[in-house]
């Protein structure tokens, strides 16, 4: 019996010995796998983030999309109305203004702007607008006849001249004469 035992304990030593042995030869093969495994999930890591980031992209593009469609279904809506109300381009006549240096009274001048402003019938669309206000010499302030002969630019305009330039907000005088120059488009709707 002890023979028996004896080649148990040799067979335990031996087997051992052979997982032992299996164990320091599979290390190359096991560490080649943990590297390949380790860099699988790196690269899997790398495609986590990409497809994240088009995710992000495709959010942002169907929101414009939304966008793009609600402002076209806001548009056509637009369009629907221009039509039922017959405000097609179609519907308007146009008119070109050409007033130069057409010299007028303040009274006239403030006629002529007013049938400029909008209205339910027309609309006047401004090219150019520009008015001179026409003094005689002995009429401006000494300040102003100054700084008109000086080569210097006046930095800070004394009250007498900011009132002369009209910056106090008071309306011309009636009588006063103005050059005048206007030019631009009147759009008149005509109604059947």
């Known amino acids: 019996m002890k023979a028996l035992i004896h080649q148990i304990a040799v067979l335990w030593r031996s087997l051992y010995i052979v997982v032992g042995l299996a164990v320091l030869g599979g290390m190359p093969y096991l560490g080649d796998q943990s590297w390949s495994l380790f860099q699988e999930y790196q690269r899997a890591g790398i495609r ?25 279904e806001e548009v056509k809506a637009f369009q629907t109305a221009i039509r039922d109300n017959r405000l097609d381009s179609g519907n308007w006549t146009s008119y070109e203004v050409a007033v130069k240096d057409r010299l007028s009274t303040v009274t006239d001048m403030r006629t002529l702007l007013s049938n400029a402003g909008p209205t339910s019938r027309y609309y006047f669309r401004p090219k150019r607008l520009e008015i001179v206000s026409l003094f005689s010499r002995e009429h401006l302030p000494a ?50």
Not at 48 to 69: F, G, P, T
């Open 48 to 72: 986590l983030q990409e497809a994240k980031a088009n995710r992000v992209k495709l959010e942002a593009k169907a929101s414009k999309i939304q966008d793009y469609q609600k402002y076209a």
């Open 143 to 192: 300040e102003l006849q100054k700084a008109m002969t000086s080569k210097e630019n006046l930095k800070t305009p004394s009250p007498a001249l900011v009132k002369f330039l009209g910056a106090d907000g008071k309306l011309p005088v009636a009588g006063e004469k103005v050059l005048m120059s206007l030019s631009g488009t009147f759009l008149v709707f005509s109604r059947l």
